[in-house]
DNA sequence: TATCAATTTTGACAGTGTCAACTTTATGTG
DNA sequence: CACATAAAGTTGACACTGTCAAAATTGATA
């Protein structure tokens, strides 16, 4: 992990801040298939092993880019959250998996990296708290709505979180047969989810 | 798209098949990050450029992978609900459930090729008939359990199809808390499935 | 000012996918 | 049976990639 302070580097200014914005970009507008570290040195304008000071491999940075991505999700779910009143918990739950797929689809790529599995992943402290950060978002939203002092928390916020994520990945990687209406699906899924995550023992 | 019927080509045998198993083979053991088309040639015994003939590209070989997939995830599927009694419409669509899961778990590389968006997916008949023949199953299920006469079948299908895809995802990506228990998830989420697609309008 | 370490560049290496040109081989037609 | 023909496979090349080692450059510090 390099420096998380910036020191004001000595050549460049601050290519490691530079080759993520850098890699960010270029992973929004390309893909990841073609995200390559050679195009992220040139876009910041230095030699194609310059970015070895900075990132052990290529997954590294895309290890901080994937963090910094699950960064602004939460919070643009927080700003979901926030516009809906803090009593109506299920209505706020809603409103965050709304916010998710909104996410997913606006962001595809740094989403599907966000959701790779990546050998890296455990060696990156940045992107770990960044991930664990969400989790601990949507947990506390599910607390709101089922009550605190239930055992089963963490299986039903699981519940929620797959199945918004299942949504969010259908839509994006295009599995949905084509004519169904993606927004149906959405609100449709999402209503059902606090009295699923409610209810007691759902067996058909 | 090659020669669908096999006539027994010159040299090899069956070159285009040999390439096909290889490369199910390479993708399962090394994953889709090592996954090499150069690889697949030099285990089918063959020079590098010998695919060229079969496959248009690395994506053709891919695509004809993932449709193989398909093809095993719906036999998988039929196995597992022919073991439940077709009376009991929602136990059977959850034991599905159950099995979509495990496929997932237990061809996790060639799982995450077949959901994966790709540019070659729409060129690919076989890919699309297979991937097809997988909603049909799902959307025949569910409406086993929630009755013929609805209009919202497409939608509810879509609902199953994306909450046990998230729960697979989530746990092939290793993205849930490790502490929490994937067998605990499955169940407490399928269980929950039958109900919440035959409810009316479950808004919190 | 001189040293020194961090940073960057240069050059190289082993891979990759894809292409064009060439060689080999099986087939079916005379 | 001989042979033209087209399919199948090989060889060699190109541009590209990630990564590494060595050299060169630079900013800060003593």
Chains 1, 2 share one sequence.
Not at 134 to 156: C, F, K, N, S, Y
Not at 174 to 197: G, W, Y
Request: hydrophobic share 45%.
């Amino acid at each position: 992990m390099p420096a998380k302070t910036k020191p004001k580097p000595y050549h460049h200014g601050d290519l490691y801040e530079t080759l993520v914005q850098a890699g960010a970009a270029l992973l929004a507008e390309q893909g990841l298939e073609n995200f390559t570290l050679r195009e992220c040195a040139r876009r910041a304008g230095v030699s194609h092993a310059a970015p070895k000071n900075h990132f052990a491999s290529v997954e590294d940075l895309l290890c901080e880019i994937a963090a910094r991505g699950f960064e602004q999700f939460v919070r643009d779910l927080d700003a979901a959250a926030d516009a809906v009143p803090s009593q109506e918990a299920g209505p706020r739950l809603i409103a965050m998996g709304r916010a998710y797929v909104a996410f997913a689809r606006a962001n595809a790529p740094v989403y599907l990296l966000m959701f790779r599995h990546s050998l890296q992943f455990d060696k990156s402290n940045h992107l770990q708290a960044a991930s664990h950060a969400a989790w601990q978002q949507l947990h506390g939203q599910v607390t709101a709505v089922i009550g605190a002092e239930r055992g089963d928390i963490d299986t039903r916020a699981a519940h929620v979180w797959a199945l918004v994520h299942g949504i969010a990945s259908l839509i994006v990687d295009r599995r949905f047969p084509a004519a169904l209406d993606p927004q149906t699906v959405i609100e449709q899924s999402l209503s059902s989810l606090p009295a699923a995550i409610r209810g007691g023992l759902g067996v058909s």
